[in-house]
């Protein structure tokens, strides 16, 4: 979307800008995390998909969503972005600045 093209494009810039001082700027982009915000939009998706095969609850529906459009073929959760920012703040992460990192079992891939 636009606007996830424009915090990427930010961080880069401040990446940029506040390398020499020492600053790490990048970019975590999250996949299909299971919050209930994304149920909520999740559970309309389902409730309005046209042509559903054998009506399933909603559950049976998400994951079998998930499996066949995520190669992990599991939700993300709250605390794998959490994992990812602990590390990027971390002394090992030191030489990594301005890159868009996924998140996302695999849904984004990029060569």
């Known amino acids: 979307s636009a606007s996830k093209a424009g915090v990427i494009n930010f961080s880069q810039c401040?990446?940029?800008?506040l390398g020499p001082y020492g600053v790490r700027v990048n970019c975590l982009c999250p996949g299909m995390v299971?919050?209930?915000?994304?149920?909520g939009v999740w559970k309309a998706w389902c409730?309005?998909?046209e042509g559903r095969q054998n009506p399933?609850?909603?559950?049976?529906?998400?994951?079998?969503?998930?499996?066949?459009?995520?190669?992990?073929g599991e939700w993300q959760e709250p605390e794998d972005m959490a994992a990812?920012?602990?590390f990027?703040?971390?002394?090992?992460?030191r030489h990594i600045t301005g890159q868009t990192?996924?998140?996302d079992g695999g849904f984004v891939m990029h060569s």
């Open 14 to 17: 401040a990446a940029r800008d």
């Open 34 to 39: 299971k919050t209930d915000l994304n149920e």
């Open 47 to 49: 409730e309005t998909e």
């Open 56 to 72: 399933q609850t909603y559950d049976e529906w998400a994951e079998e969503k998930i499996q066949r459009v995520v190669p992990l």
């Open 84 to 86: 990812m920012s602990v």
């Open 88 to 93: 990027l703040a971390s002394p090992r992460a």
């Open 101 to 103: 990192i996924n998140v």
